[in-house]
């Protein structure tokens, strides 16, 4: 694990499984649909039941580099925040801009509404292909501006799946 303060707030790595997660709400990297699917968004569906699938069914969809609230179903988090994030092509289609309005947007709709900590997976480096060393630089830097102007989010973790994962984000976050 390692983490920094941002103002009042704590920024912080660790290497895990974002279902087991303690906090007030962990992120999806979820598909436009909102369905469930594979990677994470479809850990998060198995791990929280049918009664996060439901809820997305209702709201119907997000467009990418946006986000959406539901119950946390069978998690310890009381909320998920299901964002889309780009898939890359070549980094020239809007794809940074998209990726760091998924976190942004995801750390706007914890604000208002009065979670205080969130737990994020790597958004769009799995099967939507972004590079990770790119992907973590613009992820922490993204989340370090929000905290340093919204001290009522008192912790983002980024929990990463495996070593390699964990190294890039570690690398980016010094820095950042």
Do not use: W
């Amino acid at each position: 694990m390692m983490q920094v303060h941002i103002g009042q707030s704590i920024l912080e790595i660790v290497e895990g499984d974002i279902t087991r997660q303690d906090t007030d709400a962990i992120v999806n990297a979820a598909n436009p649909s909102l369905r469930g699917g594979g990677g994470v968004d479809g850990a998060i569906h198995r791990a929280g039941g049918p009664k996060i699938l439901e809820e997305c069914l209702k709201i119907g969809g997000c467009p990418t580099g946006e986000a959406r609230l539901t119950t946390g179903g069978n998690l310890m988090a009381r909320y998920v925040i299901h964002t889309v994030g780009p898939v890359y092509k070549d980094g020239a289609h809007g794809e940074p801009q998209l990726l760091a309005s998924c976190y942004r947007e995801s750390l706007k709709l914890a604000s208002a509404n009065g979670i205080k900590t969130v737990a994020f997976p790597s958004i769009s480096t799995g099967a939507y292909g972004y590079p990770i060393n790119n992907a973590a630089r613009l992820a922490l830097q993204t989340v370090k501006e929000y905290l340093a102007e919204h001290p009522e989010i008192t912790l983002a973790r980024f929990v990463l799946f495996g070593k390699a994962a964990y190294e890039a984000y570690e690398e980016a976050l010094k820095g950042v």
